[in-house]
């Protein structure tokens, strides 16, 4: 019988799925991933974890607690650096650890340490290291993670071109409609696993596409335009994800066509407290785009997302219609 | 150039040493005190942890007495410790504040521009000259954390209550007034006889408690509510794993030479974390467990709220209660922290770890009154 990986779609599902899945399939191996966040999943996830974690790491453990009875093997690695000289959030680090010491009755955990810090060749050395689990055909390893590669750039090319990774994940897509409207870019900035988890972010992406946005995420744009933006910074930004959003954000600033930047950060993020007020302070200073931070958290209400959206869109439609930018007051 | 610097704990001490030997002009700010912190708490983002709120106070009230210039450590992540330098920065400048900010890192193993820095400090001194200076504040650190480490010692078996508590406050405040390495090393060396000719109970057997978490609330006595002094008082000696001069030894120095570094703590923690994620999660974890061996009664661990690291150790602490059995006590901290809330909890823990000691003395299961 095929073995059977567990894949929770939360965290790095969003950034690293087609990969997984194709490696894990060419393999042998049968992968079944959790529902779509719900509200049971997120309330379990509270209930398991630390009141202090993040909204992101509750949610995995709710997904985790999702699968792990039809699983054999949970797929968790250690994901401590992917990319030279880079971190990741500490919590990724400490993930395998975290599960298994906060729910019981767990299946196998796979936690190998993923750590390209040092160099970008460590990869082979985990992915060998995943595949012995199924076979000991070095060689078979070697030609499943290579069709896995070519699937994850296939995917990473289709981000580029402007669709967006949850629409591709979830087989869905774009029907332009037609509408008076003007049609707005609108830059959403955010880690993968906040602004694609359609129930915790509360739709922010469905939200602003039903209302004629296009939107601009920092997958879309290429590593060498981000890699080229980051060059102002005193010193080089030490996570991943930090070194993407300040080069994005740079970039659509000097590209002069975007509306409005929008983002969204979940509370008690260590990194988004520290990149979300360098971006602002950015933004402030080298242009006038209008932008404003969404924080989610388990008790977000969408009530209030919702009002705090259409007025920043409203304002941005005002501020277009009115050219000249006549002063609200009198 | 008038450099200034952020306290924690008794780190001033250290850099005061330094600086007064190398022959740089500098200012101290005022101790942590609430002022600072809620300067601080104004410039800083809202999300970010405590040190960094607490370390704005710092520059800005020692901004108000003449600095222009922050001396700080840096890192290299995943903890967000490694990028206040850069956000220390940008704060400073937007809100008008014009003060430069001095790293002392090695920025990915560059050690050209390392010693340049040093060489901007510095002037021209030459290299042995720097050396020695090195030397001897690592020498300085080691003491004051040996002193410190005699506080927590004598403060439970002390006979005149308080008495510990008076040299200690007294070295403290002395030692603003002493110049240079070698003066600062007499008037420890004077501290440590005067509380050692003090008269103790060495019949007591004081609980003991060991303190981990995150190294600046642990570190710094205004932001844990001088939790070491409390606990001491009331007749419990406290350890904690994690001072000064080790961060300094474990963490500048070993990194520069080619010494083996101290793998008790990371040796413990395997079964429970098997990587280093960052900040001192790994520290925590390991010296868990550590203390659970030594037979310690109980285990506080303190940290920032938001702390990534530390999260993550919260989140595996549960499991080596249950494995080693030993009592754990988490308190976090922020800006909004109360005291009365925070000595309740500790209080309680307290009596926790008493009635628990009674228990294993009296060799029999007590049955709780009334059930």
Redesign the interface.
């Known amino acids: 019988m095929n073995k059977k990986i567990g894949i929770p779609r939360a965290l790095f599902y969003y950034q690293y799925y087609p990969l997984w899945k194709v490696f894990f399939e060419e393999l042998g191996a049968e992968v079944i991933l959790s529902d779509n966040t719900t509200k049971k999943i997120m309330d379990d996830g509270v209930k398991l974890t630390v009141d202090q974690a993040c909204l992101p790491v509750k949610l995995f453990h709710g997904h985790i607690l999702n699968i792990k009875d039809k699983v054999d093997y949970l797929f968790i690695p250690r994901f401590t650096s992917v990319s030279k000289n880079e971190y990741i959030c500490p919590k990724f680090g400490g993930l395998p650890d975290m599960v298994r010491n906060t729910i019981k009755d767990i299946p196998k955990i796979i936690d190998t340490e993923i750590n390209l810090r040092k160099s970008d060749k460590k990869v082979l050395e985990a992915v060998l290291e995943i595949g012995k689990i199924f076979t000991q055909d070095v060689r078979r390893i070697k030609n499943a993670y290579k069709k896995a590669l070519e699937n994850y750039y296939e995917f990473r090319n289709k981000v580029k071109e402007g669709t967006l990774p949850c629409d591709i994940l979830e087989k869905k897509f774009n029907v332009i409609r037609k509408n008076s409207k003007h049609r707005l870019n609108i830059a959403l900035i955010g880690h993968v696993y906040n602004i694609y988890d359609k129930y915790s972010s509360m739709n922010v992406i469905g939200k602003l596409k039903n209302d004629d946005i296009d939107i601009i995420t920092i997958d879309m744009i290429d590593d060498e335009i981000i890699n080229k933006n980051v060059k102002h910074l005193k010193k080089q930004m030490f996570w991943n994800y930090g070194r993407k959003a300040i080069g994005a954000v740079s970039h659509l600033i000097e590209r002069g066509d975007i509306d409005g930047i929008i983002c969204l950060m979940a509370f008690g993020c260590g990194i988004d407290s520290f990149v979300c007020d360098l971006i602002e302070r950015k933004i402030r200073k080298d242009s006038k785009i209008p932008f404003i931070v969404l924080n989610i958290d388990e008790h977000s209400g969408e009530a209030g997302m919702n009002t705090r959206l259409e007025a920043f869109i409203d304002m941005i439609r005002w501020r277009n219609k009115n050219e000249d930018n006549v002063s609200a007051y009198g | 150039m008038k450099i200034t610097f952020p306290h924690m704990g008794n780190t001033y001490i250290v850099a005061k040493s330094l600086l007064d030997d190398l022959g740089i002009d500098y200012q101290i700010p005022p101790f942590n005190n609430k002022k600072a912190l809620e300067i601080g708490t104004k410039y800083a ?5 405590l040190p960094l709120k607490m370390n704005l106070g710092n520059y800005i009230e020692a901004y108000k007495k003449g600095a222009d210039t922050v001396l700080i450590v ?1 890192g ?5 410790f ?2 206040y ?3 220390s ?2 704060i400073l400048q ?1 809100n008008g504040y014009d003060m430069d900010v001095l ?1 002392l890192e090695l ?2 193993g560059n050690i050209k521009e390392f010693l340049r820095r040093i060489k901007k400090l510095t002037g021209g001194l030459n290299i042995y000259k720097i050396l020695k200076v090195i030397k001897n504040t690592i020498m300085v650190s080691k003491k004051v954390d040996d002193l410190e480490k005699l506080t927590f010692k004598f403060r439970p078996i002390e006979i005149k209550k308080g008495s510990v508590d008076k040299i200690y406050t007294n070295f403290q405040n002395k030692v603003l007034k002493t110049k240079g390495s070698k003066e600062i090393l007499k008037l420890i060396e004077r501290t440590k006889n005067q509380i050692l000719r003090l008269e103790i109970d060495k019949k007591l057997n004081p609980l003991k408690i060991g303190i981990v978490g995150e190294i600046y609330t642990t570190i710094d006595y205004f932001t844990s509510f001088n939790i070491e002094k409390i606990l001491g008082n009331m007749g419990i000696e406290v350890d904690r794993a994690i001072t000064v001069s080790d961060w300094i030894i474990e963490h500048i120095v070993k990194n520069i030479l080619p010494i083996k570094k101290d793998e008790d703590y990371k040796m413990a923690a395997k079964p ?8 001192h ?1 790994q520290e925590t974890i390991g010296n868990t467990a550590i203390y659970a061996n030594k037979n310690y009664d109980g285990v506080i661990q303190i940290y920032p ?5 530390e ?6 602490l ?2 080596i209660e249950r494995d080693l059995d030993i009592p754990i006590l988490t308190l ?1 901290i922020d800006e909004l922290t109360g005291e009365a809330g925070y000595m309740t909890r500790v209080e309680a823990f307290i009596d926790l770890l008493e009635k628990r000691r009674e228990r294993v003395e009296g060799g029999k299961e007590l049955v709780l009154y009334g059930s």
């Open positions: 983002p809202e999300m970010a942890c840096g290299c992540g995943p903890c967000r490694g990028y330098c850069e956000m920065r940008e937007d790293t920025p990915n429970y974390l098997g990587a280093m994620i960052g900040g999660a709220l938001t702390c990534m690291p999260i993550v150790a919260e989140s595996i549960p499991s976090i």
